[in-house]
């Protein structure tokens, strides 16, 4: 079994930053994709950013330009938040696609932007 444990979330005012780590309980296999994705209450959950075994990343349009995706040679991904504003308050969720068990996720942790 492998879990994604998260760190780095927490309160923020607005303008501010944050980065947020993600890291595979044990290496179990190469991975393919590790995203990031979020959750703000009543809604549903959307991707953030994604970065490939390639170093290929993809944004949403509402987080280009301040955010950054980025990892490791092992298995951990990072999420660099800057210029954070209120709409980016939500429950944030790693997600790996592993090459030989597929998806698994994180746990989420708290982002919280006060205006």
């Known amino acids: 079994q492998v879990q994604l444990v998260e760190s780095g979330g927490g309160l923020v005012q607005a303008g501010g930053s944050l980065r947020l780590s993600c890291a595979a309980s044990?290496?179990?296999?190469?991975?393919?994709?590790m995203g990031w994705y979020r959750q703000a209450p009543g809604k549903q959950r959307e991707l953030v950013a994604t970065?490939?075994?390639?170093?290929?990343t993809n944004y949403a349009d509402s987080v280009k330009g301040r955010f950054t995706i980025s990892r490791d040679n092992k298995n951990t991904v990072y999420l660099q938040m800057n210029s954070l504003k209120p709409e980016d308050t939500a429950v944030y969720y790693c997600?790996?696609?592993?090459?030989?068990?597929?998806?698994?996720w994180g746990q989420g942790t708290q982002v919280t932007v006060s205006s």
């Open positions: 970065i490939t075994s390639g170093d290929n």
């Open positions: 044990r290496s179990i296999s190469s991975i393919n994709v």
């Open positions: 997600n790996f696609v592993f090459r030989l068990i597929g998806s698994r």
